[in-house]
């Protein structure tokens, strides 16, 4: 789990609460009608923008916000080193071996095709229309949160006009101003919290969760046509190597 | 009938009537000069800024985004998959016989340039271009939408500057200068709602559902060239495969 | 002329005033010095943003919006399968008499460039280096008009600005409090009125009209070269129908 | 001189002038501390965004804004055309007469490696790699004033913020409330302005001033790699004719 | 050091306090429950947007918007020539005792890959690779400050309106509506100094210097493969110089 987007959730939810409860009750910032407006308007104008199914996906897509995937750049290194070794030594086919002990579908498959002898180039097409797939996949998640951010501080507009011109036809009595135009605010309190504090962070990072995994994908696919070209494994390792930071780069154990 | 986007659209203007009616008669938040002002508006710049073809297509396109096409990939690539084992035992113009059976004039377009024998560049060219075009003439659906969602709320601020410069002109009787201020806030209150609740996220959903359909096309016209290049079966539904969701993939019945 | 533009144009303004007019003179919407800052600044900080060659053409690019200039994709490539069945029989140089019955420059340079024997890739190299510049032309009119979008609002909120700084600093007579705010709003009122009625629409009908103009001319291109790469009449009328809308599609009169 | 840049930027200065001082004196609008946050708040805060050598230039880069380069692409294809026939008929080493007749470095470079033989796709290489780089460094000169846009205004709005602060700290003689609020609005009426009558439109030029040398450096490289490739100087003239527009284009004096 | 982001930091800062210490005490501008809301605020969000080791690398990429590393382009050429002529004479292998005698871990790999014999093509890649990978890196790290950019007015106007709610839901006594309304723009005006003053230009000043770093890093990328495909020592200096701007290019001691 990725305990750092609960301690930032948690953290900046207590500062807003800490603001509020520092100068007044908490519940002169609870209206239920406003709520409403808000939170189900921002959820079911989402059944209006997006087919059906990728509302249903929203869920699983949220936890992958909170879910840790480490970087095994060193280890997969290790791998394709070895792998690029064997199959110079003893041929591409004693790669499905490898295969069998990984788990990685995107791994096996793209070992798969090598071992069945396809066309290199057919293989790279392959590979890579995966990648360019899997990435659509991932910005089509991340699309439902930046239209909510945009979509739930709009609402919270619409909510303060209603309120607004609800308390402007209905001056007579100034004692009710204050809090009438207070209420109206609160819609757009609510829509500025979902989309700076929920939406817009957790869009942000579905996006670097999904550039980390195509960055080790796409190691994964390098490697392989590396292998394929019959490059020796050192240089396979320099190729991988430069697109790692200098801290994670594998070293040769000499 | 996609009726989710029906059930979206009613629900989120149910809220806002309730928000409405809660605190206040329906009939304050209606004003006929207002009305006129940001609905017919937003209608008619239209006329300005597209050309005519464009507007009346418009209320073919607003239907749809509320048409379910219900994603065929497994369907299509098991058709896939049997041309190009036919192409392989009985030669490419045995496809035209599947031809025949099919409604996809995509499809039907695409195998008889190959029973054709055409140049393999040249079909891929003439498969592409249309998609690209398809893309455009989507692309030219949504963007009146993405006109409206920046033309309503423009007008609707037009509408208020209107009524405020009217009720600052005219300050002598106090009582009314709230109520003049409310039917201001009015014109740029219809401005949001059509522009957030209508036209953006039809936008949106045009988007969608273009992206699924080229979607869809792009697997025809990879599996024809991958049928013309003389690809194995397994390889072209491999190919196809990669490009769908791990849970939507075409599963060899063995 | 494109009629509907004109509408488009009379309806919205129409709108506007009718707005002003049910509820108050059209006088108070009056202010020569508001109107000189906001119309002729919109125009003279064009001097300062382009050369001055862009802001003589203007006016020449408006008319370009009111123009109708019908699609004859239709005819278009009749004319194109006409020329491919004759360069087949009678050779390329035949095509020297179409271009004698021809007034579109670019279709006749092209049929030059081809009866003159250069290289194909030379040719088509020209004739895309032309569309790009075509393209890029008609840009350089309509962001004429964006930069109007944005000037002629901002320079609105400076008169505003001003406005509003001199009723502050004379508060005085509180009678006079209303009027001075109405006349500060109006050169706000000004600058959205000439942005979203008159410059963004036009914008955006010069750069369809403009994507109209290309995607005629492409047709043009990619019919020559393929008659120039000897491709039978009807894969060129495959070629170019897929990149039109299936109702305007060229009919094999058979 | 581009006097036309003078004229616009006068005008629109003596428009803004004028919206003053028929309302009031002057001198209200002149607050030094104001004119301070904003003007030299604008120039400092570049020192922290940008390396200073680019801060330093900017003053340079202004003066290109007030300079007319008359475009010369007439006389351009004439020459071009002499040297493309002088190369038919004496062979390439006499365009080193051509060379020393030259001002312009670009053109002269790439005659001398035209005459010093070298591989044609390496001069390609070359020669775009300098328009690449000049269209960098042209882009750096207005990123410069794009981020005064952004910023003016912006510190305007902070110091109008301190402004509101300590007028509402401090509302007990509401005869002061008015002036302070005036002030207070100083600093954005002055961001306003900067960035709307100064480094917006200059920045704008730069770049349409950027655009036409890149277009006309871009002939010169087109016209060298034709002559390298031995077309005919007639086809030399199309090629580079084509983009220019109608109006400008190279008359063969026949 | 880069003594100019200190100077011009410390000058805007030094006007802020200018601009409210000349009208109050500095102490109104304190208010310690909306220092941290923005500020706090602002940071934790950083752990919901992004993975935790880009959050604990903002303080070392903080560090670069400070120092300066002076450009060496002359330097550069002068080694990258000399490395030229030495190939020529003795081969690619005399390379490696160049390589011994330079820090700059790209250049000293790029050598030992030329020095290796790769394949050119391949050399090409992986330098490229490396490039593309830093200028990610790069661009992951300014992003975390264009996050914070967009967060800290966001935390800053829901801090407002808090202080609005809670203000308006408490009328009663006149006498404190100002000063309650001035704090509540407090968070307002600490959220437009961090993302104005701070992190905007700190995000541009890291574009900047990765700009240039990555100019250099190409510059000797370029040189490695002109030495590689044997091109003459002065047409590599050619080649490098067209990237430097004219006052910076390599003058052949002559």
Known sequence: MDIWTVIGLVVVTALILMGIMLGSPLIIFFDMTSLLIVVLGSFFILFVAFP?????????????????????????????????TRARREGVLALEDVARTQDDEFLKRGIQMVVDGHDPEAIEDVLYAELDKIE???????????????????LGMIGTLIGLVQMLQNLEDPTKIGPAMAVAL????????????????????????????LAEKA???????????????????DRLNVQLPPSERFQEAS
Chains 1, 2, 3, 4, 5 share one sequence.
């Open 52 to 84: 059906i199914g990728r509302v249903k996906n929203t869920l699983k897509v949220v936890k992958k916000a909170f879910k840790t995937e480490p970087r095994k750049a060193d280890e997969l290194l290790a791998l394709m080193r070895q792998m690029s």
């Open 136 to 154: 659509e996949r991932h910005k089509e998640g991340s699309k439902v949160f930046d239209y909510i951010t945009n979509a739930a501080p709009a």
């Open 186 to 213: 609160l819609t757009t309190f609510y829509g500025s919290c979902i989309a700076n504090i929920f939406s817009m962070p957790i869009s942000e990072k579905l996006q670097n969760r999904s550039a980390e995994e």
């Open 219 to 237: 190691l994964v696919a390098q490697g392989l046509l590396s292998i394929l070209s019959g490059e020796s494994p050192r240089f396979l390792v």
